[in-house]
């Protein structure tokens, strides 16, 4: 693979989850009952971020959790030496029935991550209503689901790939086009 572009800096990361999280707080007119789920790996660090966002804005605290959704997938790979697939479970700190929860992940694609994670949510507990909040939507979906929060569209053709960097994983935050 050979780097495209970049397509989102470090200020571009930034902006996009103050955006993001000003569009939560407006579209659930404030953040009572309202909770912050990301997918795991790069989800969890973007919904750390946003929660951070939040509560500068609102002065309040968002809970926040964690979804390994590893059981749920269509596509599932064994990682272990036994073949087993690598499981390193869910931590939602509170009862996430009858409230709004907002998924994060790091980009849209084809959907079928989101379609696992909203499998795993209900397996937890039932949910008011799902949210989606994405740093990147890159088209192409095979399942009709949408974001409701974006932070960047990018489209894309099928030979590209979309790498998101974040500092707590890859030390350094930019999200990169790949041409395969």
């Known amino acids: 693979m050979s780097e495209k572009a ?9 902006r996009a989850l103050t955006r993001i999280a000003h569009e939560i707080i407006e579209r659930n007119k ?10 795991r790996t790069r989800g969890i ?10 509560r500068e804005i609102e002065g309040a605290e968002m ?4 979804l390994d959704i590893t059981l749920y997938r269509d596509d599932l ?10 499981v390193k479970g869910s931590d939602i700190p509170v009862d996430i029935s009858n409230k709004k929860v907002i998924l994060v992940d790091d980009v849209l694609y084809t959907g079928r991550t989101v379609r696992a994670a909203m ?14 909040a994405v740093l990147v939507d890159r088209g192409h979906r095979e399942l009709p689901i949408r974001a409701d929060f974006v932070g960047k569209n990018i489209p894309t053709s099928s030979s590209e790939k ?5 500092q707590e994983v890859d ?9 395969k």
Do not use: M, W
């Not at 404030?30 to 997918?39: A, F, M």
């Not at 809970?63 to 964690?66: I, L, S």
């Open 30 to 39: 404030g953040i009572e009952h309202c909770v912050l789920v990301g997918i």
């Open 162 to 166: 979309i790498v998101v960097e974040l």
């Open 63 to 66: 809970p926040v959790g964690e």
């Open 45 to 54: 660090y973007i919904a750390n971020r946003l929660a951070e966002r939040i």
């Open 171 to 179: 030390e350094e935050d930019r999200v990169t086009i790949f041409e």
């Open 6 to 14: 970049v397509v989102l800096d470090n200020q571009g990361i930034r």
């Open 77 to 86: 790979t064994t990682k272990t030496i036994d073949q087993e697939p690598e």
């Open 119 to 132: 499998d795993a949510l209900i397996d937890i507990g039932r949910p008011a209503t799902i949210q989606l």
